[in-house]
C-alpha cells in the first residue's frame, strides 16, 4: 500500500511523514518543487510475536506502508503542469492520499493564504486535483475522438463514453470518487490514476494546546466523511513527531500524561485499513511470521499470489484457522485436535486475523 500526503504549503505535511515513517525528511525551510520524500514504514502489530512464539519463528516480518511526500498544492499547480507534472505524477500511483490540513495557530509560521482556514484549504487543494484530473480528460478525449473518428471500436467507444462521464462530473466541481462505475468502466480509466478518484484520508493537524478540543474539531469535520470513500483523523503533528522519537516507556508515560489513547501512527493505520478495505492474514512457520495484506473480499487463492506468483498457480487448499484460535489453543496440534483447522478451497473469502498455511502442488 502507497499513501501520498498532500496539503497546502506549510501546514506539516513532511512532519506527518516524518511522524508515520520514522523517518528524518527536512522540516520548515518549504519542501522545494519537484523534491519528493519516500518512505517504507513497518505496519505495528501486536498479533505477530505470540503467533512467533508458537512456531519457534527466526524472524518476525510485518507488513509495510510506503508512504510519499511532496510539497505543497499551489494554486500554480495546473498552470505550471510541466514543473509539477513529476509530482503529480507520482501522486497518481499511490493507493490512497492524505491530505494534511492546519489547523494549529502559529504566527513564526505564516499560512501561504494569510490566515489559518482548513475547510478553505480543503476546497483549494480538491479544486487543484479536480482541475488536474480535468486536464487529463480532456487531453485523453481530444486524442481518443481523433484517432477514432470513422471507427467504431467498441473498447474506445466505451472508453470515451466513461471519460465523458468523468468530465461531466469534473465539470462539476465533483470528485471522481464518488461515481458509481461498474467493475469493467473502472478498470478502462484505472490507468490515468485519477487524482480525485483516490480514498481520501482528511488529516487535521492541531497544536499541543488544541488536544483538549480534539473531539469537537473531528465531530466538525466528521461531515467530509458523508463524502464516499472518504475518512477524517485529528493528530497534533509537532507532538506525535516528539513522541515518536522517545523510547517506549517514555512514550506511554508522556501519553498517560497528554491522555492520548492510541497513537497517531496507530489511529492513521488504522482508518486507512478502513478506507481501503484492507484486511491483514498471517503465515506462521519456523522460518518466519509474517503480517500480510490483502484487500477485503480476496480469496485464499489471492493470498497465496500475494506470498509468491507461482503458489497462486500450484494452489490446492489452505489450512486455515483465526488468529485468536490458535493463539488460545498455543499449538497447531492443540488447534487441530479441537477441530479449529479447516481445509479452505480456492474460493474462501480471507477474513481479518486468518492464520493461513497454503499447500502448492510441487510439481506445478
Ligand atoms: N506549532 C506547530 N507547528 C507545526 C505543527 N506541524 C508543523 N509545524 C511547523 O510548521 C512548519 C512547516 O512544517 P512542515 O512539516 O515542513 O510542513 P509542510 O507541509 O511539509 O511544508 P511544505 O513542504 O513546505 O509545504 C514547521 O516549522 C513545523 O515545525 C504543529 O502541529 N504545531
Ligand atoms: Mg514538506
Not at 156 to 184: M, S, W
Request: charged share 25%; aromatic share 6%; with cysteine.
Amino acid at each position: 500500500m502507497k499513501i501520498g500526503i498532500v496539503g497546502r504549503p506549510q501546514v506539516g505535511k513532511t512532519t506527518v511523514f516524518n511522524t508515520l515513517a520514522h523517518s528524518n525528511a527536512e522540516i520548515g525551510g518549504y519542501t522545494s518543487r519537484g523534491q519528493i520524500n519516500l518512505s517504507t514504514a513497518n505496519v505495528p502489530d501486536d498479533r505477530l510475536k505470540p503467533l512467533a512464539e508458537i512456531s519457534g519463528s527466526e524472524k518476525t516480518t510485518p507488513a509495510t506502508i510506503d508512504y510519499v511526500d511532496v510539497a505543497g498544492v499551489t494554486k500554480s499547480d495546473v498552470e505550471q503542469a510541466e514543473l509539477d507534472s513529476g509530482m503529480l505524477a507520482e501522486l497518481r500511483t499511490v493507493d490512497a492520499l492524505a491530505h494534511v490540513v492546519r489547523l494549529f495557530e502559529d504566527a513564526s509560521v505564516p499560512h501561504v493564504d494569510g490566515s489559518v482556514d482548513a475547510e478553505r484549504d480543503i476546497e483549494s487543494v480538491s479544486l487543484e486535483f479536480t482541475l488536474a484530473d480535468l486536464q487529463i480528460v480532456e487531453n485523453r478525449l481530444d486524442r481518443l475522438r481523433k484517432q477514432f473518428q470513422n471507427q467504431k471500436l467498441p473498447e474506445q467507444q466505451n472508453e470515451i463514453r466513461v471519460l465523458e462521464t468523468c468530465q461531466e462530473t469534473l465539470e462539476k466541481g465533483e470528485p471522481l470518487r464518488g461515481l458509481n462505475l461498474a467493475a469493467n468502466e473502472e478498470k478502462l480509466i484505472r490507468g490515468y490514476g485519477f487524482l480525485t478518484q483516490k480514498p481520501l484520508l482528511i488529516v487535521c493537524n492541531i497544536s499541543e494546546a488544541q488536544l483538549d478540543a480534539a473531539d469537537e474539531i473531528l465531530e466538525h469535520f466528521t461531515k467530509y466523511e458523508a463524502e464516499p470513500r472518504t475518512a477524517v483523523i485529528v493528530l497534533a503533528a509537532q507532538l506525535e513527531l516528539e513522541l515518536s522519537q522517545l523510547d517506549e516507556t517514555d512514550t506511554e508515560i508522556f501519553m498517560a500524561e497528554m491522555g492520548l489513547q492510541a497513537s497517531a501512527l496507530e489511529r492513521f493505520i488504522q482508518t486507512s485499513y478502513q478506507l481501503l478495505e484492507l484486511l491483514t492474514f498471517f503465515t506462521t512457520g519456523p522460518v518466519e511470521t509474517r503480517a500480510w495484506t490483502l484487500q477485503e473480499g480476496q480469496t485464499a487463492v489471492d493470498a497465496a499470489g500475494r506470498i509468491h506468483t507461482d503458489f497462486a498457480n500450484a494452489f490446492i487448499r489452505s489450512e486455515t484457522l483465526s488468529w485468536d484460535d490458535l493463539v488460545a489453543c498455543g499449538s497447531y496440534p492443540e488447534a487441530r485436535s479441537k477441530g479449529l483447522l479447516r481445509a479452505e478451497g480456492k474460493t474462501y473469502q480471507v477474513q481479518e486475523g486468518d492464520v493461513l498455511l497454503i499447500l502448492a502442488n510441487p510439481t506445478h
